[in-house]
């Protein structure tokens, strides 16, 4: 088991940057693989980024690539992904989520937080 707690969000104009962090608990936190998803407001949850175990692998949905970026400190049990260069679009509510297999599909993921939301001012 693993529980995960997102923060960061806030409102950002278009152009700037966030910092999201999500805190883990469970000695086991360095065996899973962790990952972002969003939902829009009026969409379904979508894939944002995800990390391997190690660190040492890392993949993004294409609207992100180059502007988000996905780390994590294992020593401290955390996940960021900082943001730049935010857009309208990128407003969300952002879900961390953790899972055993490297993947972009939700399914694969067994634990979430509760989310934080983002908004982008245009």
């Known amino acids: 088991q693993v529980q995960l707690v997102e923060s960061g969000g806030g409102l950002v104009q278009a152009g700037g940057s966030l910092r999201l962090s999500c805190a883990a608990s469970?000695?086991?936190?360095?065996?899973?693989?962790m990952g972002w998803f969003r939902q829009p407001p009026g969409k379904e949850r979508e894939f944002v980024a995800t990390?391997?175990?190690?660190?040492?692998?890392?993949y993004y949905t294409d609207s992100v690539k180059g502007r988000f970026t996905i780390s994590r400190d294992n020593a401290k049990n955390t996940v960021l992904l900082q943001m730049n260069s935010l857009k309208p679009e990128d407003t969300a509510v952002y879900y961390c989520?953790?899972?055993?297999?490297?993947?972009?599909?939700?399914?694969?993921?067994?634990?979430w937080g509760q989310g934080t939301q983002v908004t982008v001012s245009s």
């Open positions: 469970g000695r086991t936190f360095s065996t899973y693989v």
């Open positions: 990390i391997s175990a190690s660190g040492i692998s890392t």
């Open positions: 989520a953790a899972g055993s297999v490297f993947s972009a599909s939700s399914g694969r993921y067994n634990f």
